[in-house]
């Protein structure tokens, strides 16, 4: 299991309670470790740039949940490459706004399939917390071969944007065949 960050829509009470202790958990820094570790969970480790479950290397990506001060307030976030030799390179890239570490690791690491966090949930004030249509526009034309899904959509609270404006942008730029709005509980393979 990979935890992203511990805000209550990634990391709740019920995933306390239903998660066996003993899982395996990757999380983002030592400070989340210790609340997790609090929570009962023993087989708890730090992502790095380089860390590996069985032959899956897991490379820890950069995160910004929203854009100048409000960043203080929504705290760290990360994402996570997946690279194995015999399959696509998988980017879930987590809480974050589009801003240039995400298209580094898109430069970098070549992904075929992105996981992106849409839905623009904001707060009051402070402006999208994770990306809104033209971010994920953006990642489109940083990697017009990937294919794009969009989660995160509809989900717990504050978000602005549903899956049937997203959808309706997609089809107006014409990619629909690159992004992907799945219903919960899709699943797709590539
Ligand atoms: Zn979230």
Redesign the pocket.
């Given at each position: 299991m990979i935890v992203t960050h511990l805000?209550l829509?990634?990391w709740d009470d019920v995933a306390k309670d239903v998660l066996p202790k003993n899982i395996k958990i990757f999380i983002q820094n030592d400070e989340d470790a210790k609340e997790v570790k609090n929570a009962g969970f023993q087989n708890v480790e730090v992502l790095q740039e380089d860390t590996s479950f069985d032959d899956v290397r897991l490379i820890k990506t950069k995160g910004e949940h929203g854009r100048g001060e409000i960043q203080k307030i929504a705290g760290e976030v990360c994402g996570v490459v997946f690279n194995h030799p015999e399959e696509k390179t998988l980017y879930v890239a987590g809480?974050t706004v589009w801003y240039e570490a995400v298209q580094k690791v898109i430069e970098i690491h070549k992904p075929e399939i992105i996981v992106v966090?849409g839905g623009d949930?904001q707060f009051l004030e402070g402006g999208s917390l994770?990306m809104g249509k033209d971010d994920i526009y953006e990642v489109y034309k940083a990697a017009p071969n990937a294919k794009i899904i969009s989660v995160?959509m509809e989900a717990v609270n504050h978000w602005t944007l549903s899956r049937e404006e997203l959808k309706n942008f997609i089809n107006e730029k014409g990619i629909s065949s690159h992004v992907f709005v799945p219903v919960d509980g899709e699943s797709y393979s590539f």
């Open positions: 805000h829509d990634h809480d966090n949930n994770v995160h």
